[in-house]
């Protein structure tokens, strides 16, 4: 079995001269259009397929990073967490991969521009901002390639938080995982829209980690999802090449239900949906059937997020007058 701590060592051997007193890091969340669910690595989170995400613009995760004497100590929205918090264990497990000789700790300062009360994670964007700022504390000069490897590590959807925009993941096939890392896809398509509708909050009866998992192990239906993912992958990337909405939109919404059945297959079952998650699809179709072309997408949680052009912003809020617009490619 590969480690990190081997990834870690083989990608960062010899670098670091160049470091500072301080890092400083923003990095937008983002929403999979065609999702990772399923790894082949659970070590190095290698994902089964190749997923495609847009970027939430200035919702995201600023990390600002520091050398300091003892254990680590972070703050998350200002607040100091206990060391046995489970985002300061995640965190400080992480940090243990890149830590001095010394073993000195790192001060973080964990800010969310995401609304966390509503239920949206930001443990993408969080690591992809915590290995930017260890860049640039450390002096590394990474590659955004390089830097994407290593958000991975922390969290498998991290590696799609180092740009704005659309972004892929190829999936690779290496065994170290050296080929499974995100890249930008050149597009100027500026009228995308993400619009985050919240409709319940608090913790996730079940982590998505935990889901996936057992998706992979127990679902009846997993087998038929990497052929799934593939070819929505190549319908979105035409659909971008395109600026053909419509195309983008049912490839993305089909690619979510998909997700989800491979889930309700499993054994226990994973559901996600509340009553009210269903009444917003229904909310959706039926905006769309008086012909505003809006789509949806869901992750493991029971929000929807909408999918639409700038030109139908305010149709679609009149719907939904609720909706937090995001724009993938601020200015
Ligand atoms: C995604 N999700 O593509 C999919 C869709 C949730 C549903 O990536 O175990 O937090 O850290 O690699 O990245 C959430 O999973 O999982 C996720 P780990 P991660 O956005």
Not at 67 to 89: Q, S, T, W, Y
Request: hydrophobic share 45%; net charge neutral.
């Amino acid at each position: 079995m590969i480690t990190k701590q081997a990834i870690v060592d083989r990608l960062l051997n010899g670098r670091g001269a160049a470091g500072g007193e301080t890092g400083e890091a923003f990095a937008p969340a983002n929403i999979a259009l065609c999702k990772y669910w399923g790894k082949r690595d659970e070590t190095l989170n290698l994902p089964v397929t190749s997923s495609l995400s847009l970027s939430l613009g200035t919702l995201g995760s600023h990390c600002h990073l520091r050398r300091c004497d003892g254990p680590d100590r972070i703050l998350l929205n200002d607040e100091p967490l206990p060391p046995a918090h489970p985002f300061v264990v995640r965190a400080s497990a992480f940090l243990d991969l890149f830590r001095d000789p010394s073993g000195a700790g790192y001060a973080v300062a964990a800010t969310n521009t995401i609304p966390t009360a509503a239920g949206f994670a930001s443990s993408a964007s969080g690591f992809a901002s915590l290995v930017l700022a260890l860049d640039q504390l450390h002096g590394w000069a990474l590659t955004r390639r390089e830097a994407s490897i290593l958000a991975r590590l922390g969290s498998g959807s991290a590696c799609r938080s180092l740009w704005q925009g659309l972004v892929e993941w190829h999936a690779g096939s290496a065994p170290d995982g050296m080929d499974s890392y995100a890249e930008p896809i050149a597009s100027d398509w500026e009228a995308l829209r993400i619009g985050l509708l919240v409709l319940e909050g608090g913790p996730k009866p079940i982590s998505s980690r935990v889901a996936m998992r057992r998706t992979v192990a127990t679902s009846s239906t997993y087998a038929t999802w990497p052929a799934t993912v593939a070819a929505d992958m190549t319908t979105c990337k035409a659909a971008i090449a395109a600026k053909d909405f419509d195309r983008l939109g049912q490839a993305a919404e089909s690619n979510a239900l998909a997700m989800h059945a491979t889930m309700m297959t499993a054994q226990p079952p994973v559901l996600y949906w509340k009553p009210a998650s269903v009444a917003a699809m229904h909310q959706v179709w039926q905006a769309r059937h008086e012909g505003i072309p809006l789509y949806f997408t869901m992750d493991a949680g029971p929000n929807l997020k909408l999918i639409f052009l700038a030109s139908d912003e305010k149709a679609v809020c009149i719907h939904f007058p609720s909706l937090h617009v995001c724009i993938p490619h601020p200015a």
